[in-house]
C-alpha cells in the first residue's frame, strides 16, 4: 500500500508502529530487517518526498505484546531511531521513561501538534485470561487472551505529566498518534481498554480541560475503521485506525464507536484538513486508492 500512499502525495506520514517484525533479541537480526524495509523502492519514494514520523508498537519495539520486561529495549531504540534519521542529541534517544515525541507541523499559517506516546517502554504486564493460549476461532467473537486490569499502567507517571502539558499547548489541531487503540472497549487484544486507568484517565483530561480539535489515530489491528465516541464535550472524540498497509486479518472485533464498517484488507488512513471550511476529513483508503470510509470532523469555532 505504500505506493499508493506515495501516489496521493501527502505533506506528512506518520508510522504507528510494527513498521517491521523484528520479534527478537537479536539487535543484529532487528537491524537487518529494518534495512530491508529501508531498501524497499516505495519506502525509499516515500521518504523522499514526504516528512515521516514514527513511534513503534510490539514488534519493532522486539516481541510480540511485549511491555517494560523487554530486555533490549534500550538497543532496539536506538536501531529503530537510527533508521528514521532522529538527530543524535534528540531527547528521543535518552528519555529514561521510553521514545515519546511530539512534534509540531505548520500548514498554511495553521499549527498541528503531533504527539506520539510510547506505549511500550513502561507498559506493566497485561491480564491474561485463564486460557492464555487462545487464537482466533478459539472462541466466539474473535476473544483473545487478555482482560482488562486496574491499577496497571502503559505510560508510568513521568511520561504521563508530559503528555498532558502537551495536551494543553494550543493548536489548530491535535493528533494523538496512538499504537494500539483508544476508543474501542474490547480487551480480548492490545488495546487501551486492558488498561481502563490510562484510558479513563486519558479521556477525562480532555473532557475536564475541554481540549479543542482533538483526533486519534492507530494502528496494530490489522483491520481498519473510524470510531465516534461523544464525550462531556463540545465535540465528540475521533479515532481512525489504519491497519495494516501489508498484512490482512480474517475477522474484525466488536466496536459499538465504530461508524460503519470495518475492513480486513489492506488499507491506509488519511487526514484532510480543510482550514477555510473548519472541516478535517477521516478517510480509509484501499491499496487502489479507493475510499473505503469517509467521514467529516468539525474544527471548533475559536
Not at 160 to 180: M, N, Y
Amino acid at each position: 500500500a505504500l505506493n499508493a500512499v506515495v501516489a496521493r502525495k501527502p505533506d506528512a506520514f506518520i508510522l504507528l508502529g510494527d513498521n517491521i517484525y523484528g520479534d527478537t533479541t537479536d539487535m543484529a537480526a532487528l537491524k537487518k530487517k529494518y534495512e530491508k524495509q529501508g531498501a524497499k523502492p516505495e519506502f525509499q519514494a516515500l521518504k523522499k518526498n514526504t516528512p515521516v514520523y514514527a513511534i513503534w508498537d510490539d514488534h519493532d519495539f522486539g516481541k510480540n505484546d511485549a511491555g517494560k520486561e523487554y530486555p533490549q529495549k534500550e538497543a532496539s531504540r536506538q536501531i529503530m531511531l537510527d533508521f528514521f534519521d532522529v538527530p543524535a542529541d534528540s531527547p528521543r534517544r535518552t528519555q529514561k521513561d521510553g521514545s515519546y515525541a511530539s512534534y509540531w507541523i505548520e500548514d498554511n499559517g495553521h499549527f498541528i501538534h503531533l504527539i506520539l506516546p510510547d506505549l511500550r517502554w513502561n507498559r506493566d504486564a497485561l491480564k491474561k485470561d485463564d486460557q492464555d493460549d487462545l487464537i482466533p476461532g478459539l472462541k466466539p467473537e474473535n476473544t483473545g487472551p487478555y482482560q482488562a486490569a486496574r491499577g496497571r499502567t502503559m505510560l508510568g507517571e513521568n511520561q504521563w505529566q508530559w503528555l498532558q502539558e502537551q495536551l494543553l499547548k494550543p493548536a489548530d489541531l491535535t493528533i494523538i498518534g496512538s499504537s494500539i487503540q483508544l476508543l474501542p472497549e474490547f480487551t480480548g487484544w492490545e488495546s487501551w481498554a486492558n488498561f481502563p486507568d490510562d484510558r479513563s484517565r486519558l479521556i477525562s483530561f480532555i473532557e475536564e480541560h475541554k481540549i479543542p480539535d482533538v483526533v486519534i489515530i492507530s494502528g496494530d489491528t490489522h483491520w481498519g475503521e473510524v470510531s465516534r465516541m461523544f464525550i462531556n464535550h463540545q465535540q465528540p472524540l475521533w479515532e481512525v485506525t489504519s491497519s495494516g498497509l501489508t498484512e490482512e486479518w480474517k475477522d474484525v472485533s466488536p466496536n459499538r464507536h465504530r461508524l460503519g464498517d470495518g475492513f480486513s484488507q489492506v488499507n491506509f488512513g488519511e487526514l484532510d484538513i480543510d482550514w477555510n471550511a473548519g472541516e478535517v476529513g477521516l478517510s480509509l483508503f484501499d491499496e487502489a486508492r479507493k475510499p473505503l470510509e469517509q467521514y467529516t470532523m468539525t474544527l471548533s469555532n475559536r
